[in-house]
């Protein structure tokens, strides 16, 4: 079981930076080092949409828009996420979500079986 909380959301200006941690605040350190892991966003009346993934050893990938401005990492043993976002951009306004699976990392929103409840970004110009 995967129990995740998000935190460090709010609001800045664009091109100002905001660091989001997700917490597992449930799993053993040598199990939760066996997730894939990953930032979803949704903006509203939008569809959740993946921002950036993370393996088991710590291999990070994004999706085009956030290349360069966004760094995924997690921290195994403290079994936490992290997604380090600079160069903020009105367009990132969304409620970010991190997730888990415990398989190798996928970009499709239905593969992930754990969730957590989210924290809004709001980006104004």
């Known amino acids: 079981q995967v129990q995740l909380v998000e935190s460090g959301g709010g609001s800045v200006q664009a091109g100002g930076s905001l660091r989001l941690s997700c917490a597992d605040s449930?799993?053993?350190?040598?199990?939760?080092?066996?997730?894939?892991m990953a930032w979803f966003r949704q903006a509203l009346g939008k569809e959740r949409e993946e921002v950036a993934v993370?393996?088991?050893?710590?291999?990070?990938s994004y999706v085009d828009s956030v290349k360069g401005r966004f760094t995924i990492s997690r921290d195994n043993a403290k079994n936490t996420l992290y997604l380090q976002m600079n160069s903020l951009k009105p367009e990132d306004t969304a409620m970010y979500y991190c997730?888990?699976?415990?398989?190798?990392?996928?970009?499709?929103?239905?593969?992930?079986?754990?969730w957590g409840q989210g924290t809004q970004v709001t980006v104004s110009s």
């Open positions: 997730a888990a699976r415990l398989s190798r990392c996928s970009w499709y929103v239905g593969d992930y079986e754990y």
């Open positions: 993370i393996d088991t050893v710590g291999s990070g």
């Open positions: 449930y799993s053993y350190a040598d199990t939760y080092s066996n997730y894939c």
